[in-house]
């Protein structure tokens, strides 16, 4: 039975739909890391919010393991690169939490401005400090938003009715997509030295780990405002506390951390000039509802083998232009597979040509499931959407993509085209005469009808007269009995290639008598 591991805490209705897939549910949500790495090899699924790490060593006891769920957004507690490389699909959420996040946020910015937990603390003291807790507005004041996606963006819109402008830093956004939301794009630099407050909203990765450190922390206002509700270390904690500690600047607003759960005796907690919150920028339960529901609909999906949504590491296609891209998928597998035991050299360059209709849907997957078929026969690893690519690559194989008008006289044609490393190429062209009708035809330079599927024996003979017969006779003598038979050839009296599918299994001793009849120059076994 397929088994599903949930080992963070996510809402009921999350689970309810994991169970609604048949599937037999393990909620574990305390689960050790140790634990985790012993119990993983008995589950298909994993279901994860923040607290798991699915580090290498869990990975590598995942023995049938296909798809890990993260109920949120951060994949910085996944490893991404091993689990690609396993076969493993891993999916979040994004956007499920982009509201709650912003929002909260805002309130970090707010609270920070007029120190309304302090004042509040203040007041459960019993004090009543009206002089004490003298805020500042935000109305014309500047704001830095450093990543402007989904979640920057949310606050840049909400900074921008409070009236602050608002200075934004992203590289991978348009300069004119900042300008039509009414923010002004700036550096780092720019942001550090005129910003009131600033806010991050970037991944944790290598380019963004201590992107405001204390070089950044010189250049700024000593009545600054920091923010970071993204993920911690990315504002440089040590060089934030020290800053802090020296009033260097005004104060910050943490709601995550290096370190989680922050340590009790951290520093942070005995500062005035500091607001934190224990992680809780998608702590709503709309949030909450929102992205287990839909991390447990996209599982059950996977599982299932209906669409992949929202992979970071497969390629995500529409439910409706999956099943309309299905035949397609299936054929260029299947020529991918025919291509890896056709070739005899190794491949380094592996080209897929897209023309006629089937442009009318999203290639990459197609290319995808080609590539899938080539490595299948040849690779010892389970190769699947998620591995391909990266299996590929570890080869030295080059993946191209391309458009091309040549249909031959086809309505749409798929063409997987080889490149050894000597320049030798081998071609096979692929076509859907109907949705349940597809057949490979060209090998090469040659024209063929080939229903791609069983086994295929596939002779290159001399294009003379006898061969149907001695091959038939010596297939008869062995009891193969032949389902179709087609045949290519350029110019008459040349050389010629023969598929031949056949119901039974072909020994290679029977390919063997196949080569050395007259006027046979090869035969070889393919199986789809
Ligand atoms: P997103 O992918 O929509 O946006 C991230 C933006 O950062 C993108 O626009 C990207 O172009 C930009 N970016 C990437 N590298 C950058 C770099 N080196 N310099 C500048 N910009 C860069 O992500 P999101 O959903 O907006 O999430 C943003 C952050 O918030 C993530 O770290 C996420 O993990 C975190 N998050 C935290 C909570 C919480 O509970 N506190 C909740 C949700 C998300
Ligand atoms: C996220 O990345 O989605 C947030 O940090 C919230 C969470 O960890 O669940």
Known sequence: MTRVLVSDKISNEGLEILKSGGFEVVYKP??????????????????????????????????????????????????????????IIVMNTPGGNTISTAEHTMAMLTSLARMIPQADRSMKEGQWEKKRFVGVELFRKTLGVIGLGRIGTEVAKRALAYGMRVLAYDPFISTEVAKKLGVQPATVEEI??????????????????????????????????????????????????????????????????????????????????????????????????????????????????????????????????????????????????????????????????????????????????????????????????????????????????????????????????????????????????TRDRARIVIINDKMFDVVPEGNLIVIENKDVPGIVGSVGTLLGKHGINIAQMTWGRTEAGKDAITVINVDQDVPPNVLAELAHLPNILSAKLIVI
């Not at 119990?39 to 580090?55: G, H, K, Q």
């Not at 970071?312 to 299936?330: K, T």
Request: aromatic residues 6%; negative net charge.
């Open 30 to 87: 305390e689960i050790s890391h140790e634990d985790l790495v012993k119990e993983i090899a008995e589950y298909d699924a994993l279901v994860i919010r923040s607290r798991t790490t699915v580090s290498a060593d869990v990975l590598q006891n995942a023995k049938r393991l296909k798809v890990i769920g993260r109920a949120g957004v951060g994949l910085d507690n996944v490893d991404v690169k091993t689990a690609t490389k396993l076969g």
């Open 192 to 433: 550090c030295k005129e910003s009131d407050f600033i806010t991050v909203h970037v991944p944790l990765n290598d380019q963004t780990r201590n992107l405001i450190d204390k070089p950044q922390i010189e250049m700024m206002k000593p009545t600054v405002r920091l923010i970071n509700c993204a993920r911690g270390g990315i504002i440089n904690e040590d060089a934030l506390l020290e800053a802090l500690q020296s009033k260097r600047i005004a104060g910050a607003a943490l709601d995550v951390f290096t370190q989680e759960p922050l340590p009790a005796d951290h520093p942070f907690r005995k500062l005035d000039n500091v607001v934190l919150t224990p992680h809780l920028g998608a702590s709503t339960s709309e949030a909450q509802e929102g992205v287990a529901k839909e991390v447990a609909e996209q599982v059950v999906d996977a599982l299932s083998g209906r669409v992949i949504r929202n992979a970071v590491n497969a390629p995500s296609v529409d439910p409706a232009i999956l099943e309309q891209l299905r035949p397609y998928l299936e054929l260029a597998r299947r020529m991918g597979k025919f291509m890896a035991q056709f070739v005899t050299k190794p491949v380094r360059v592996f080209r897929v040509y897209y023309s006629g209709s089937v442009l009318d849907y999203p290639t990459a997957p197609v290319t995808t499931a080609a590539l899938v078929g080539f490595l299948e026969p040849i690779s010892e690893a389970t190769v699947n959407f998620v591995n391909a690519g990266p299996i590929a690559h570890e080869r030295g194989i080059e993946i191209v993509e391309l458009k091309s008008t040549e249909l031959h006289g086809y309505a749409n044609l798929i063409t997987v085209e080889t490149e050894a490393e000597d320049g030798t190429k081998n071609w096979l062209g692929g076509t859907l005469f």
